[in-house]
Each structure stands twice: as C-alpha cells, then as structure tokens.
C-alpha cells in the first residue's frame, strides 16, 4: 500500500466512525425525547401507544381513587374538555390534589389508560406547566364557542342542563 491509499483508507475509516458515532448520538436523542399530550389530543387518538410521553391538565375532583395495596393511586387527567384515565404506582408528591394542575409522564396502553411513572404536581397556586395551560385554554376557547352556539345552547336548554358559568 503507498501512502495515498493508506490516507484515503484512514479518512475512509475515520468517517465510517464518526457517522456511526452521529447515528447512536441521534438515536439516544430520539428516545429520550419526550412530548406532551393534552387529555383532548389523548382523546382524539394523537398520542401515542406504547411510547412515553406527558399528560397535562388538571386532576379532575372526585377521580382519585387509592387501591388496597397503599401506593396505587388511579384518578383523572381532564382539559375541561376530555378527561383521561391515569394510574399511578408510587408515592404522590405532598401538592398533589384533586382540582389542581398536575403533569404526568408515562405511556399510554392498550386500555386507554394511562400509565404513570412520574407525577408532577403544581409548586404553587399561580404555577401551571405552559403546556397544560395552554391546553385548558384552548379546551375553555373550545367549550365557550360551543356554549354561543344558539342550536346547542336551545338543545341544552330542552334537554334542562345546567348552564354555565359564562353563560351569556
């Protein structure tokens, strides 16, 4: 071998190793990536099945219900809009609470359940994740229009619901 082929072999062999180092650097990226979800996106089969991801909104009052063995706890992710179940093995952070803000990072089963392996609850009475705040403002815009729609609004009124708050 004279020393051209030894060169052109050793930048051969040098950039095999760096594609290869690129390749597995962008693979671990990829599965650390984690995305989040609104219980409205969940609903809609946007999420997906089987992989991690995290889940925002608020607990929906009177969802959580803890199970015999202690530390399974199953309640209810809800946007205001669409709700999602969640179960949870493990102790729940002191600020965890029903109507309050909560993220929850996991997957999604086959069930459509959801199945937590961490909780993250608000720090404190003005703190919301800006994902999950965005995704109950969207689902209050949502729910607002919906209300100012005059045949739902006369649908609701025959059928005797009550109405809203921001009601018109």
Do not use: C, W
């Amino acid at each position: 071998m004279n020393s051209k082929t030894k060169k052109l072999a050793l930048i051969g062999a040098a950039a095999v190793v760096l594609a290869a180092g690129i390749f597995m650097a962008l693979q671990a990226f990829n599965e650390n990536l984690v995305f989040f979800f609104s219980p409205t996106q969940v609903a809609a089969k946007e999420a997906p099945v089987g992989r991690t991801f995290r889940l925002g909104g608020v607990v929906e009052g009177g969802s959580v219900a803890r199970e015999k063995d202690g530390v399974t706890v199953n309640f209810r992710i809800t946007d205001t809009a669409k709700s999602v179940n969640v179960q949870y093995t493990g102790i729940l952070p002191d600020l965890f609470a029903e109507n309050q803000g909560v993220v929850a990072q996991g997957k999604l089963n086959e069930q459509g359940i959801f199945v937590a392996s961490e909780v993250l609850a608000k720090h404190d009475e003005n703190y919301m994740p800006p994902e999950a705040a965005k995704a109950l403002e969207d689902a209050h815009k949502a729910g607002v229009k919906k209300a100012h729609d005059k045949a739902a609004h006369d649908a609701a009124i025959a059928r005797g619901d009550p109405m809203p708050a921001n009601h018109p």
